[in-house]
């Protein structure tokens, strides 16, 4: 039997949204969403493309085509951001979402055993993946304004460096976040944070906050090994104050997860984050959400994610 003729969509899925960033990964995102375009015709898969002129478009048309009824699926190609520009959209719509990962670190496709550069594996997912019901964070501003991230919220030394990176116009890709981190470590001191976890608060100085619903982001660093993303809580990652050379030290043992057992590094679960420094612009899912104060917290199955067929989550 020819793959063509074989049951091509998951039950309850039959009318498809694409979104495309195509800037994602050094721009390969673009050329991969065709291929996706391309055999979505070629398996007679009706698809509607969602992609807009900027993200705040994209977010509208897909929220538009939810509450139309045109969709009953996501399709998402591009990196860490498209994923949070889909999550944004999608949040507590209970319209699953599958990733195409085609940015540069993927962390959110990683958590979900999803094929990287394979474009026609991506769309079999339509047909042989599993639904997963997972957390988002919701985080909300003075001003009222509401956002959402799946992945990890940045709020110390790692937010200034991505704050930086996004004022360089000159280099592109990981050289940006490479050249912002050698030009803020000489002049980075500690920020007095004001964290209240759950009614709980946690003064004093540190050097890196992070908010976790994923144990990745920034490309496989595993900055909360342990977050689990069904499990109706978030972890904050706070790593206290440290001298440079130790901070050094310390800060690149993030990629492997042994960041964990330096005496400076807590890790608190919680439900409700408030989170508050001075100076601060936070990021999520490696996108800028703004600055602090930001109050986060966990909404229990709020999204539906297409994993790979016998992947197991960091959750399960």
């Not at 694409?18 to 996706?36: E, Q």
């Not at 719509?93 to 670190?105: C, E, H, K, N, R």
């Not at 110390?156 to 704050?163: K, L, M, Q, T």
Request: glycine residues 10%; proline residues 6%; charged residues 20%.
């Amino acid at each position: 039997m020819d793959r063509h003729d074989e049951p091509q969509l998951l039950p309850g899925i039959s009318r498809i949204g694409l979104v495309i960033n195509p800037t994602a990964g050094a721009r390969s995102a673009g050329r991969i969403g065709s291929r996706v375009a391309a055999e979505l015709r070629a398996r007679q898969i009706p698809f509607i493309d969602l992609t807009g002129a900027d993200a705040a478009q994209a977010v509208r048309q897909i929220r538009e085509a939810v509450t139309a009824g045109s969709i009953d699926c996501l399709v998402a190609v591009g990196g860490d951001g498209m994923v949070n520009l889909a999550v944004n959209a999608l949040a507590e719509s209970q319209i699953p979402l599958l990733i195409v990962p085609a940015g540069t670190g993927n962390d959110a496709a990683a958590a979900f055993g999803l094929p990287v550069g394979d474009p026609v594996d991506a769309v079999d997912l339509l047909r042989t993946g599993v639904p997963h019901t997972v957390d988002a964070a919701r985080v909300t501003g003075t001003d009222g304004a509401v956002t959402w991230f799946i992945g990890v919220l940045a709020g110390g030394f790692d937010a200034i460096v991505n704050e930086r990176a996004n004022s360089i116009s000159w280099a592109r890709g990981s050289a940006k976040y490479t050249l912002s981190a050698l030009l803020e470590l000489p002049v980075f001191t500690p920020i007095p944070y004001r964290i209240t976890i759950d009614g709980v608060v946690h003064d004093g100085g540190a050097m890196l906050v992070a908010v976790a619903n994923n144990v990745s982001y920034g490309g496989g660093m595993k900055v909360v090994p342990s977050a689990m993303m069904d499990d109706g809580l978030l972890d904050v990652l706070i790593l206290s104050e440290l001298s440079k050379l130790t901070f050094i030290r310390v800060f690149p043992k993030v990629f492997s997860g042994k960041h964990v057992t330096h005496p400076a590094v807590r890790i608190i679960r919680g439900r409700r984050i408030e989170l508050d420094a001075p100076g601060i612009v936070a990021y999520a899912d490696g996108e800028r959400i703004g600055p602090l104060p930001r109050i986060v917290e966990v909404v229990p199955g709020a999204m539906r994610i297409i994993a790979a067929r016998n992947h197991r989550l960091s959750t399960s």
